[in-house]
């Protein structure tokens, strides 16, 4: 199958969830907002509760960087989504992931500035409201230092002058020292597999509701043929770089559909995938760190590769048939239905034959009744040898032919044809599994000039190409 359109759904952390629904849902900071939509706790209480509640976790962890609050899918929508009411199409896709996942969402749905991307921001929980918070009492003072450690005594957290040091603090006894009312994150929404999972639900959302064939789409596979490109964001600083590896990616993939058109197995192109490409890419970052042009280089090695093997995989042409083969099939059911009477006429001048030779044996007086029951089915079967004739010469007319003898010819004529087309076909078949048994050997590498020769003797030898039936047929 060649490359075809992708669904673009993209998972992005939150370190300020709070924030970011009030920018995706607020009219004054939007220019294109057109529907928001919230679960029914997500109330704006709810994600400040949950943004507290993270970052009183990150500080107890001792993680370093960003506290991750919130997470958001970015969901693209074909533009004929426009057609639909907005307030649907957003409620839809919050609902759908809600009821799959029971997580609170909240949901935009905007136009960019240049109303070329018609697209959803649904921002979504990694935990759960408990159904009874727990909350810690202190039964005795309680010591945290900077980082928010609690400490055993008074003295971890003090100075030489024995002030308490900044960022250290005291809970007194009886105080609140510690309180939940959600759940631990869930593992999951880190996982691959959950961000491959909604891309596919999404995709499938996407696909029920278009009006077109054409606007039917696909998740990209991560493990499959092709190389995927990378979206350029707004003010990307990498903005060039990341076009210039792009666009060595789009050579790879549009040599991926020249090589499946010629025949070149998926498990063959994935194999050069994996090796020239994944297997050296990971070895280059091992030895190198990430160095962009390394990688183009890379993957234009492996298009070299891939280059040299549709060449020496590259099928000769598939023999089409020098008579349409729904016409031939026609003939040869009217041949068979012909062929039929025409045993039936025969069976029944065998009877004629022999009933006409033992009429002279019924002569005489007593055998006149004998005689007159033989000339009944004498006459009965030449009236069945009639009938049949004339039931074989009307099938001919009302196919087109004046009479048997005609059809014979063309048909004869047309078998001939039909029997040299599968005699080529069955010497194709062979030659192409041959083609397929020699394909994983490795390609030689060759000089321009050398390749250039062979493509061009190649080309003398191969004949025209010429359309493809889509049906084989032996009789």
Not at 43 to 53: H, I, Q, S
Not at 341 to 355: A, D, K
Not at 362 to 381: C, D, N, Q, V
Not at 406 to 424: D, G, M, Q, T, V
């Amino acid at each position: 199958m060649l490359i075809g359109r992708h669904s673009f759904i993209r998972q992005s952390k939150l370190s300020d969830v709070a924030g970011r629904i009030d920018y995706i849902s607020n009219p004054k900071r939007q220019e294109h907002l057109y529907a928001t939509y919230q679960t029914e706790g997500a109330a704006p209480e709810f994600w400040k509760n949950l943004a507290k509640e993270n970052q009183l976790d990150f500080k107890a962890s001792g993680a370093t960087g960003k506290c991750i609050e919130g997470r958001e899918f970015i969901i693209a929508l074909p533009e004929s989504f426009v057609e639909y009411k907005p307030d649907d199409v957003v409620r839809i896709f919050t609902d759908s992931f809600h009821k799959r996942y029971d997580v609170e969402c909240s949901a935009a749905l905007h136009h960019n500035k240049k109303m070329t991307n018609y697209h959803i921001h649904l921002v979504f929980s990694e935990r759960k409201m408990l159904e009874h918070p727990e909350v810690k009492i202190a039964t005795r003072n309680m010591f945290y230092d900077e980082q928010g450690k609690h400490r055993r005594t008074k003295k971890e957290i003090l100075d030489e002058q024995g002030n308490i040091r900044a960022g250290c603090s005291i809970i007194p006894k009886g105080e609140v020292y510690e309180s939940h009312i959600f759940t631990k994150k869930e593992e999951c929404f880190k996982s691959k597999a959950f961000t491959r999972e909604v891309k596919e639900m999404f995709t499938e959302i996407i696909n029920c509701h278009v009006k077109e064939e054409s606007e039917k789409l696909s998740v990209f596979q991560q493990d499959g043929v092709y190389l995927a490109t990378k979206k350029i964001g707004k003010n990307n600083p990498k903005e060039a770089e990341i076009r210039a590896d792009n666009a060595t990616r789009q050579e790879w993939n549009r040599t991926v559909d020249v090589a499946l058109v010629e025949g070149v197995s998926e498990e063959d192109i994935l194999k050069v995938k994996q090796e020239e490409i994944t297997a050296k890419t990971v070895q280059s970052i091992r030895t190198h760190g990430w160095l962009p042009d390394m990688f183009r280089q890379i993957i234009r090695g492996a298009k070299d590769l891939l280059q040299e093997m549709i060449f020496k995989f590259k099928l000769p042409p598939k023999p089409v048939p020098k008579i349409d083969l729904q016409e031939w099939n026609d003939m040869w059911i009217l041949m068979d239905k012909l062929q039929k009477q025409s045993q039936e006429m025969r069976n029944t001048q065998q009877e004629i034959s022999t009933l006409k030779k033992q009429l002279p044996e019924t002569k005489g007086f007593f055998k006149g009744k004998e005689r007159k029951s033989l000339e009944g089915k004498i006459e009965r079967a030449e009236k069945q040898e009639k009938r049949l004739h004339t039931d074989m010469e009307q099938n001919v007319k009302q196919a087109g032919y004046p009479d048997v003898q005609s059809f014979a010819k063309a048909y004869h004529k047309s078998e001939e044809l039909i029997r040299e087309y599968n005699n080529e076909m069955r010497e194709w078949k062979n030659q192409t599994a041959q083609k397929k048994e020699k394909t994983l050997e490795p390609p030689t590498k060759a000089s321009v000039l050398k390749k250039l020769h062979s493509y061009q003797k190649e080309g003398r030898q191969q004949p025209k190409r010429t359309k493809k039936k889509s049906r084989d047929m032996e009789r």
